[in-house]
């Protein structure tokens, strides 16, 4: 074996790329992981919703489909196997409406999951409902003028040294 400098600190190391005093801690969990975002659970729940919907919701096609979070898994992880958080969009309309939400389709998931809740109330149910309640609160309707989708942002943010 050949003994490299440590990307930390430069002081030679027989292995690896950091010396154990400048190894970087693994901060990430196993739900991080893409087995566990796309697990056994992930892909059956996808696999029903897009047997029930065959069709992309925005433009009726029927090839490469996806199902789409209205409410971002990012932000809402209690709402990722709520189907009245779902809907199914082909990939390339799911890639372009990213991460964001509006007040009006987080208000349309509160309906869904209130009525849901009503025919069957659960412990459960009325988490997601809570979930729900506190996007409607955070989501801007697109209509007003002062609209700021939350999630990415969807401009150039300015930093000191031109756009990032």
Known sequence: MIARPCIGCGEVIPTGSYCTDCKPAD???DREHVAWRNGARWKAFSKRLRRLAPFCEHCGTADDLTVDHLLPVHDY???AYAAENCRVLCRPCNGKRGNKFSHTEAAA???RLESAYNRRPTKSGRERVNVAQRAVHQG???????FRPVGKAQEAIHTGRGCA
């Open 27 to 29: 901060t990430r969990t």
């Open 109 to 111: 998931v509160l309906r």
């Open 140 to 146: 801007i309707d697109p209509l007003t003028a002062a």
């Open 77 to 79: 992880p209690e709402l």
